[in-house]
């Protein structure tokens, strides 16, 4: 194995620890609602508590890799998520379960924030983009296979056996980060501890027009996968349904479009400009969104008709996703895990308020899902077109002239390793 196919695992796997808490946890709902004896606003809770930790510690773990580096971070985020896990699996009562929860929240969102800025600090401009399209193709293994195993263990275990997975999964990763995993950040390079230069820092990235428009642009549109992904629950068993174990007629095609776009993207990425694969992206996405709508307006939802806009729509997110990324962070080279952690704070923001309030007042119907998915996806595109308007994305001709001055060929990247 190269070491680029290496790092890309490494780094696809450490992005997979957030979804697969997320997405096995889905069908484990109701039988945690029934054994604690809590309403369904409460379970929702659980999903939420843990959403907007994760979105509060991704806020801070690109700063702190960037000062003391990237390996050491994702080391003790996954220490304290295997200990958060356990305490989830030994859970007596409810308020630990939620208090687990949220600590899992808090150590999950390491592995994804510093593993886009080791893209950045190992790759650039067009290598860059592939690598960062292949993590999301990986990556999108997770939530295909979470539900349908997080299913499967209810009905041969527990729920508690969701957790005891999730804890041999992080245990398993953990070694491997430690054997394989190199530190990509020299001492010499970061930045140091101070907090009147990280508030500065911070200032100086939130306040950047163009940055907040392109991570809103992420973030809204990733906000329609997210609606549904918190609306799982009640979308496959009372409005398809289906029963425990059918959680893949949903999942299967919304992460089969996924990784088919996350493929894609990277492939064409060296051949057309950010703002020609944005744009192909986006008349998917319209595309997809149109044929939802239409489709509930006038029948009952019933699979596969209900679910194959779903995936139409997750190709059109994967397809966007590594460009306006890749995009925002290039505005910020020097502190690239800072802008890492901004973005990811705002996508998972987003996220955590889509499924843990918007998703409990659509959920009851599937238009309502399908009206909510075109809100955010207009909502998405005049965020990338203020960021166009403010910054415009340099064209391919361009991106190879900035990658050749900074003596850092696309395709010779790797040897940085």
């Given at each position: 194995?190269?070491q680029?196919?290496?790092?890309?695992?490494?780094?696809?796997?450490l992005s997979?620890?957030?979804?697969l808490?997320?997405?096995?946890y889905?069908?484990?709902?109701?039988?945690?609602r029934?054994?604690?004896?809590?309403?369904e606003?409460?379970?929702?809770?659980?999903?939420?508590?843990?959403?907007?930790?994760?979105?509060?510690?991704?806020?801070?773990?690109?700063?702190?890799?960037?000062?003391?580096g990237r390996?050491r971070?994702?080391?003790?985020?996954?220490v304290?998520?295997?200990?958060?896990?356990?305490?989830?699996?030994?859970?007596?009562?409810?308020?630990?379960?939620?208090?687990?929860?949220?600590?899992?929240?808090l150590?999950?969102?390491?592995?994804s924030?510093?593993?886009?800025?080791?893209?950045?600090?190992?790759?650039?401009g067009?290598q860059?983009?592939?690598?960062?399209?292949?993590?999301?193709?990986?990556?999108?293994?997770a939530p295909?296979?979470?539900?349908?195993?997080?299913?499967?263990?209810?009905?041969?275990?527990?729920?508690?056996?969701v957790?005891?997975f999730l804890?041999?999964?992080?245990?398993?990763l953990?070694?491997?980060?430690?054997?394989?995993?190199?530190?990509?950040?020299?001492?010499?390079?970061?930045?140091?501890?101070?907090?009147?230069?990280?508030?500065?820092?911070?200032?100086?990235?939130?306040?950047?027009?163009a940055?907040?428009?392109l991570?809103?642009a992420?973030?809204?549109?990733?906000?329609?996968?997210?609606?549904?992904?918190?609306?799982?629950?009640q979308?496959?068993t009372?409005?398809?349904?289906?029963?425990?174990?059918?959680?893949?007629w949903?999942?299967?095609?919304?992460?089969?479009?996924?990784?088919?776009?996350?493929?894609?993207?990277?492939?064409y990425?060296?051949?057309?400009?950010?703002?020609?694969?944005?744009?192909?992206?986006?008349?998917?996405?319209?595309?997809a969104?149109?044929?939802?709508?239409?489709?509930?307006?006038?029948?009952?939802?019933?699979v596969?008709?209900?679910?194959?806009?779903?995936?139409?729509?997750?190709?059109?997110?994967?397809?966007?996703?590594?460009?306006?990324?890749?995009?925002?962070?290039?505005?910020?080279?020097?502190?690239?895990?800072?802008?890492?952690?901004?973005l990811?704070?705002?996508?998972?923001?987003?996220?955590?308020?889509?499924?843990?309030?918007?998703?409990?007042?659509?959920?009851?119907?599937?238009?309502?899902?399908?009206?909510?998915?075109?809100?955010?996806?207009?909502?998405?595109?005049?965020?990338?077109?203020?960021?166009?308007?403010?910054?415009?994305?340099?064209?391919?001709?361009?991106?190879?002239?900035?990658?050749?001055?900074?003596g850092?060929?696309?395709?010779?990247?790797?040897?940085?390793?």
């Amino acid at each position: 194995m190269t070491q680029t196919l290496r790092l890309t695992f490494i780094l696809a796997a450490l992005s997979m620890v957030g979804p697969l808490a997320i997405d096995t946890y889905l069908p484990a709902m109701p039988a945690i609602r029934d054994q604690f004896g809590i309403s369904e606003f409460w379970i929702q809770q659980s999903l939420s508590g843990f959403l907007f930790a994760f979105a509060a510690m991704m806020l801070i773990y690109g700063t702190l890799s960037d000062s003391f580096g990237r390996r050491r971070v994702i080391l003790v985020s996954l220490v304290i998520y295997i200990l958060a896990s356990i305490g989830v699996a030994l859970s007596p009562n409810y308020p630990t379960l939620l208090v687990m929860r949220v600590l899992q929240g808090l150590a999950a969102g390491a592995g994804s924030v510093v593993g886009r800025a080791i893209v950045q600090d190992v790759f650039s401009g067009v290598q860059a983009q592939k690598v960062m399209s292949q993590i999301m193709m990986v990556f999108g293994l997770a939530p295909a296979i979470a539900p349908v195993l997080g299913g499967w263990m209810l009905v041969f275990f527990s729920w508690r056996g969701v957790f005891w997975f999730l804890t041999l999964f992080a245990t398993v990763l953990t070694f491997v980060v430690w054997r394989a995993l190199p530190e990509s950040l020299p001492v010499a390079q970061r930045t140091p501890l101070r907090l009147g230069l990280i508030l500065g820092n911070y200032w100086r990235v939130g306040k950047n027009p163009a940055f907040i428009a392109l991570s809103m642009a992420v973030g809204l549109s990733f906000g329609g996968f997210s609606l549904y992904i918190g609306s799982a629950a009640q979308f496959v068993t009372h409005i398809l349904g289906l029963g425990e174990t059918s959680y893949a007629w949903m999942f299967i095609p919304m992460i089969g479009g996924f990784m088919l776009g996350s493929a894609l993207s990277g492939r064409y990425a060296a051949h057309h400009s950010t703002r020609r694969l944005v744009a192909f992206g986006y008349t998917v996405m319209i595309v997809a969104t149109a044929l939802n709508v239409g489709y509930n307006s006038f029948f009952p939802a019933v699979v596969p008709w209900a679910v194959l806009p779903l995936g139409v729509y997750s190709f059109g997110v994967a397809f966007t996703t590594p460009a306006i990324t890749l995009r925002a962070l290039e505005l910020f080279p020097a502190n690239r895990g800072l802008a890492s952690s901004m973005l990811s704070f705002g996508q998972m923001m987003i996220f955590a308020l889509a499924s843990g309030f918007l998703a409990p007042v659509l959920f009851d119907s599937a238009l309502h899902l399908a009206l909510g998915v075109a809100g955010l996806l207009v909502a998405s595109m005049a965020m990338w077109t203020l960021a166009q308007k403010i910054a415009p994305a340099p064209s391919l001709a361009e991106r190879a002239a900035q990658d050749e001055s900074r003596g850092l060929p696309g395709e010779e990247a790797g040897a940085r390793l």
